[in-house]
C-alpha cells in the first residue's frame, strides 16, 4: 500500500477551498488516534514528524506505525512530511526515507541565505519526487528546537508579500509557511487574537494557485485546558487561535493547517484526568486510551473546522 503524494492533497485544497490538517506524530497512541479520526470522517491526512519526533521515537518505529496506518486504510490518502527540517543535511535524510515531502525552515537565517539552502533543497526533493514547503517571515514559539521570536513581537515578522513572491520563484518550492500572527506551543496571544488576514490575502492574490501553510494552528481548547489545570496542571494562561479564525483561512489560499499542540493537550488532559480520578490505576493502557479516544474526537471536530472531511476520494 502506497502513500499519497503531498502535491496532490494541496492541489486539491487548494481547487475547493479547504486545507489539510498537518498533525504532528510522536508515538502510537498519537497517530492511531489520527487515523480513526479521518477514517471515520473520509479526510486525506498529512502526518508529520518533527526532527524531535524522530530522536524520540525513531524513524524505524514511527515508520512501521504509519505503514500499518495506511495498509489497513487504503481508502484514505496519508502522506508524510518532516516538520520544520533545519538544514540540507535533515532534509535529505527523510527525502532518502521516502517521506512525500519535506519542509526546510531556514526563516531564520537572511533572505539570500534562505533562498539558497531552500533551493539546494528543492533540487535535490524534486530529482526524487518529493514536494517542498519552505518558510518566510518568522513565526513566535516557545518550542524546543524549532524557536522562533517572542509572542509580544510576532507582529513584526510577518511574511512580506513582495518577498514571498522573490523567494517562491527563486526557490520553487511546492508551497509557503508564512508568518500571518501565530505562533507555536499554547501561549500564542496575551489579549485578543488576531490573524493578519490581509497577509494571507495579498500573498495569495500575488501567487495565484500557490498553497500557504499556516503553523501554529492550534486553538488550545477550552475542555482540556480546564481539565489541564482542574487536575493539577498550571497552564491558565494557555490560549491558541480561534477555530472561526482557522476555518476563514482554510478557506482562502491556507491549504495545510499544522497542529501538535493541541493533541498534546488532549492527550495530557485525559491522562491527568485519570491519574486524579483513579489514583490507584497504574495500567498504561487505562489512561493512554482515554487519551487516544480523546485525540480522535478533537481532531475528527478539526477536520469539519477544515473543511476536509469527506474529501478522501478527491486526493488520492
Ligand atoms: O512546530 C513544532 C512542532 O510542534 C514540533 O515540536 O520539535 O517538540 O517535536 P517538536
Ligand atoms: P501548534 O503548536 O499551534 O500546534 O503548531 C504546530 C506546528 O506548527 C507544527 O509545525
Ligand atoms: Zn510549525
Redesign the pocket.
Known sequence: MALTGTKKMLEMAYKNGYAIG?F?VNNMEITQGIIAAVAEEKAPLIL?V?RGARAYASIGYLKAIINVAVEENPEIPIAIHL??GDSFETCKQFVDDGFTSV?IDASKQAFDENVRVSREVVEYAHARDVCVEAELGQ?G?I?ED?GGVSADDVSKYLTDPDQAVEFVEKTRCDSL?VACG?????F?FKSEPKLAFDVIEEIGRRLPGFPLV???????LQEFKDLINNYGGDMPDAM??PESAIARASKMAICKV???????MALTAKIREVFAKEPAEFDPRKYLGPGREAIKDMVKHKLQILGCAGKASECM
Open positions: 498537518a504532528n508529520q518533527s516538520d520544520h519542509m513565526l514559539g518550542e524549532v509557511a501565530t505562533s507555536h506551543g499554547a500564542k499556516m503553523h501554529g494552528s492550534s486553538s488550545v491558541g487561535v499544522n497542529i501538535d499542540t493541541d493533541l498534546r
